[in-house]
């Protein structure tokens, strides 16, 4: 009877033969020191460098927010160097895709704030129908000067908005141009009147929505404008030329969270 044969045959090396190489492939992909240099990277390039590391950085609807969130849940016990990368393909993705060439990603930004003047006390006496029938006509009057003029709307605020612009002259066209369009606007005995403020700085951006102390400056500010009228601080008349803009300013204005220092002026087109 023949002897067994122990000897390996071409398959079996072949795949013995790969195994090394695959385990060293996995254990580079794992290694702490790599990751760490990767997520390192991030911070160098545009846009949220937390991308995909918590849930309001993915928040939104665009296709980068969505593959965020699916890559993220998928290797959330398994950080590897891929991880990493495929996290840092879609931050600069999401950075860069709605507004590249319009918005900046990290740079100043005009920061701008409105709503209707007494909508609250309207709305209470008119009911849900009426309301909700005038904000559909604001939201289409209001909205398209703000992408007309190199705007972003961040988010709808009830009966207003927050925007960012990449210039403050582009701020102040947008707003003036909603006014306009909002003139001939009736609804139940209703006539909404926009106030707006808007400030300059340089708000932390996660996914789709800006924080920081300049973006309470600016929704402070709008909050003290009266009826139809636009308050912009300092900062925000800075690269203004003086014969485009008539400005007067409002020396007794107070409004908690917004430093002393800070100057704020009500606003108009020359």
Known sequence: MAEPD???????????????TQSKTQKLAADPRLISAARALRKALPGDSSFGDDPLSTAGSKGSQQLGRRLAEATAEKPTVLREAGLSALQVWDALGSGAGRIPVKADLTIVFTDLVEFSNWSMRAGDGPAVELLRKVSQAIEP?????????????????????????????????????LAPIEVFGYRPILRAGMHVGRPERVGDDYFGVDVNIAARVAEAASGGEILATGSALEDFDEDSVKTRRKRMFRAKGVPPEIKVYSVRAA
């Open 6 to 20: 122990d000897t390996p045959d071409a398959a079996d090396e072949s795949a013995d033969a790969g195994e090394p």
């Open 145 to 181: 000067p703000v992408s007309e003029n190199t705007g972003k709307v961040v988010k709808r605020l009830g009966d207003g908005m927050m925007a960012v612009f990449a210039a403050p002259e582009d701020a102040l066209a947008a707003v003036t141009a909603a006014q306009e369009r």
